[in-house]
Structure formats: C-alpha cells, structure tokens
C-alpha cells in the first residue's frame, strides 16, 4: 500500500503572534483529516519544531495541495515528501 510522508519543520525563531491561534487552527485542520480518513499518522517532532505526517491512498500531488492548505505552512522553514511502499 502506498503512502507519502511528510516531514514539516517550522521556522521557530520567526513564530507570528498569532502562533496559539494558528495551533488551534492547525490542529482542526489535521482532525478532519484523519476523520476523512486519508492521514493515517500525525508524529510531532520532539524538538517541537515540526511534525511527520503520514497519507494513505494519495498521489504526493494531492498531499502537496492539502499541505498548502495548512495554517503552519506560512510558517515553514522546510518541507519535505517522502513516497513509501508499507512492507507490512
């Protein structure tokens, strides 16, 4: 089964002020996805700057697209896709 891993960092020494409401936003934004059922995996990154999320059943063309639509993603500082065959 094909999967697209995506690995977001954060530029963190430029946060908005606006960062607490952008979280809310973000994370409204991720629970509908997996409610939709297309993002099987949402890992936060331990040095908090960023998350690795995991789509399922999706060309990376459309992850690209649903990632721009992201409130975080104003605020990048990298993004990264990786596509994966699940072994098991």
Known sequence: MNRVQVILTLDMENLPSNFPELLKQEQEVVAGWKLQGFLEHLFLRQAKNGAVLIFKDMEEEEVKALMETLPFY?????????NLIQQF
């Open 74 to 82: 104003k605020i990048k500082k990298s993004v990264e896709y990786f």
